[in-house]
Antibody, heavy 123, light 106 residues
Framework: EVQLVESGGGLVQPGRSLRLSCAAS????????MHWVRQAPGKGLEWVSG????????GYADSVKGRFTISRDNAKNSLYLQMNSLRAEDTALYYC????????????????WGQGTMVTVSS | EIVMTQSPATLSVSPGERATLSCRAS??????LAWYQQKPGQAPRLLIY???TRATGIPARFSGSGSGTEFTLTISSLQSEDFAVYYC????????FGQGTKLEIK
């Protein structure tokens, strides 16, 4: 079964850091680009970051550029999101999503999504 | 950044009837447009990619059309399980989502 399972969310104070993880199974992880997409409570979807199959191409939304870092470990079938200098507006459910292709620069849709991990930034 | 605008924000339709949802891009995205369905408490599900190609396992009552800046998702005969929020997404220049259309039972 193709599956993505996120972890690492929680309650964190503004200005602090958090690292999210996404464990992939049921498909050849290093054949695909991967993404993080977030959804603030009661709001729509916002693409956060994407990484190509070999980490050679990486992109970020302007809202997180310079604060968040995406990475992957193909040997561990895992995707990560290091989030620094967190703000209240980063509060959201963070989804890990699989691309249908290898690139991450806006070439394909996202066909598999995890159930998300909640990040709450509050003092 | 390409802005995606969906209309209407809420659509009320009776079961068995047809629903038509619209999505407009602020600049051409060619056919690099996807539609997702999201039910409460669930992750989004890919319905349509390439503006008109159904994803694996998606029923034939879902169809997509359009190119450039104007796109449409049509659900030909609404079933109870189709009432949800629908998002369009462009992937021509990185990625942006529309704000969503809530499809509710009339």
């Amino acid at each position: 079964e193709v599956q993505l399972v996120e972890s690492g969310g929680g309650l964190v104070q503004p200005g602090r850091s958090l690292r999210l993880s996404c464990a992939a199974s049921g498909f050849t992880f290093d054949d695909y680009a991967m993404h993080w997409v977030r959804q603030a409570p009661g709001k729509g979807l916002e693409w956060v970051s994407g990484i190509s199959w070999n980490s050679g191409s990486i992109g970020y939304a302007d809202s997180v550029k310079g604060r968040f870092t995406i990475s992957r470990d193909n040997a561990k079938n895992s995707l990560y999101l290091q989030m620094n200098s967190l703000r209240a507006e980063d509060t959201a459910l963070y989804y890990c999503a699989k691309d249908t292709g290898i690139a991450a620069a806006g070439t394909n849709a996202f066909d598999i999504w995890g159930q998300g991990t909640m990040v709450t930034v509050s003092s | 950044e390409i802005v995606m605008t969906q209309s209407p924000a809420t659509l009320s339709v009776s079961p068995g009837e047809r629903a038509t949802l619209s999505c407009r891009a602020s600049q051409s995205v060619s056919s690099n447009l996807a539609w997702y369905q999201q039910k409460p408490g669930q992750a989004p599900r890919l319905l349509i990619y390439g503006a008109s190609t159904r994803a694996t396992g998606i029923p034939a009552r879902f169809s997509g059309s359009g190119s450039g800046t104007e796109f449409t998702l049509t659900i030909s005969s609404l079933q109870s399980e189709d009432f949800a929020v629908y998002y369009c997404q462009q992937y021509n220049n990185w990625y942006t989502f529309g704000q969503g259309t809530k499809l509710e039972i009339k």
